[in-house]
């Protein structure tokens, strides 16, 4: 276990997924330590699915993290304070193909049990094992006004990722 952290379930996640995802934001983290990237992500959720809990995540083709999450069996979600808007508007804004995010945001990787990278510095660390995946597809769309949130037709991939650990900062 993670020095400074303790191990909850998804029950015991007591702060809104709302607020979690569109106010605090995560990063979604694939890869192992020798070579990974992160994404911010404000787009998500969290919930119970084919007798599991589960998370939620879209990533679209085009951003660098896609690679990493399609050869990877796990992923994280982590999330920060206040303190850290700045990285995480980084992670958002900047490729990790131009730049190793890691460095610039000053965060400390660290493995989970199954390889993947978690940060030191998150408040909320949650890995998932990638159970399912999903292309957006727009003929789909039954509100016409989502199409919006596509104008260059970079459609997202959803992955649904089983919760196998969930660390709180103590």
Same mark, same amino acid.
Do not use: V, W
């Given at each position: 276990?993670?020095?400074?952290?303790?191990a909850v379930t998804a029950a015991e996640i007591t702060q809104s997924q709302v607020e979690l995802w569109?106010?605090?934001w995560f990063l979604i983290t694939a890869g192992d330590l020798k070579q990974h990237n992160m994404m911010t992500a404000s787009w998500g959720g969290m919930g119970y699915l084919w007798n599991k809990p589960v998370v939620f995540i879209f990533v679209?083709?085009?951003r660098h993290t896609y690679q990493f999450t399609e050869k990877n069996d796990y992923?994280?979600?982590s999330s920060y304070s206040e303190q850290y808007r700045s990285q995480l508007k980084l992670c958002g804004s900047r490729s990790g193909r131009d730049l190793d995010k890691t460095r610039e945001t000053g965060f400390t990787p660290c493995a989970s049990p199954s390889g993947s990278v978690y940060f030191k510095e998150a408040k909320l660390l949650i890995e998932c094992r990638k159970i399912y995946f999903q292309d957006i597809n727009n003929h789909h769309f039954l509100l016409p +006004? $989502?199409?919006?949130?596509y104008a260059d037709?970079?459609?997202?991939?959803?992955?649904?990722? +089983? $919760?196998t650990e969930i660390l709180v900062k103590e």
């Open positions: 276990m993670l020095a400074g952290f303790k569109d106010k605090e679209r083709p085009s992923f994280t979600l +006004e $989502i199409e919006k949130n037709r970079q459609y997202h991939r959803m992955y649904i990722g +089983e $919760i």
